[in-house]
């Protein structure tokens, strides 16, 4: 935490010299001060707030390159004549626990075409999602387990 708060303030620190006040400003800033402090990180002795930067940065990369695929997929049977859709509703078995990772697991499975959460089990255990093109269903299954939920827990563990 002591990391993070260093860097929003190197960040501030950035805007001030460069005296322009904007966006665009600060994250330079920011990923000029987390660059700074990554090479410093022995000092700090605080490797936990750099691997959770890098493994959302992950994340991110990884539900945008999902997002764009779905937008395709969905995109090209819009506009093709036959019809690709194998539409199924699934239970994924959960492995996130707490209600911000079982409501962001939901919410970005939602976001991406194709997809979107029903419900959740009374235990919350399992999350039930529609999905318009489901070949192979213990196969889909294994891309939300090891894809969206294995890297959204480990930006939030």
Not at 7 to 30: H, P
Not at 109 to 124: E, K, N
């Given at each position: 935490?002591?990391?993070?708060?260093?860097?929003?303030?190197?960040?501030?620190?950035?805007?001030?010299?460069?005296?322009?006040?904007?966006?665009?400003?600060?994250?330079?800033?920011?990923?000029?001060?987390?660059?700074?402090?990554?090479?410093?990180?022995?000092?700090?002795?605080?490797?936990k707030?750099?691997?959770k930067?890098?493994?959302?940065?992950?994340?991110?990369?990884?539900?945008i390159?999902?997002?764009?695929?779905?937008?395709?997929?969905?995109?090209?049977?819009?506009?093709?004549?036959?019809?690709?859709?194998?539409?199924?509703?699934?239970?994924?078995?959960?492995?996130?626990?707490?209600?911000?990772?079982?409501?962001?697991?939901?919410?970005?499975?939602?976001?991406?075409?194709?997809?979107?959460?029903?419900?959740?089990?009374?235990?919350?255990?399992?999350?039930?999602?529609?999905?318009?093109?489901?070949?192979?269903?213990?196969?889909?299954?294994?891309?939300?387990?090891?894809?969206?939920?294995?890297?959204?827990?480990?930006?939030?563990?």
């Open positions: 935490m002591r990391s993070f708060l260093l860097n929003i303030l190197l960040a501030f620190n950035w805007v001030l010299l460069y005296g322009e006040i904007n966006a665009k400003t600060f994250f330079e800033g920011f990923f000029i001060s987390f660059f700074l402090l990554y090479l410093a990180k022995d000092i700090f002795n605080d490797d707030y750099f691997s930067i890098i493994n959302w940065m992950k994340f991110l990369f990884y539900f390159k999902e997002l764009i695929k779905a937008n395709l997929i969905v995109g090209y049977d819009i506009i093709t004549p036959k019809d690709y859709m194998q539409p199924a509703i699934l239970a994924i078995p959960l492995d996130a626990k707490t209600d911000i990772e079982i409501t962001l697991l939901a919410n970005f499975i939602t976001l991406t075409p194709g997809t979107l959460s029903l419900d959740i089990s009374d235990d919350r255990k399992t999350l039930y999602i529609h999905a318009m093109y489901v070949d192979n269903p213990d196969k889909f299954k294994l891309e939300i387990k090891n894809g969206i939920e294995k890297k959204l827990l480990e930006a939030l563990r």
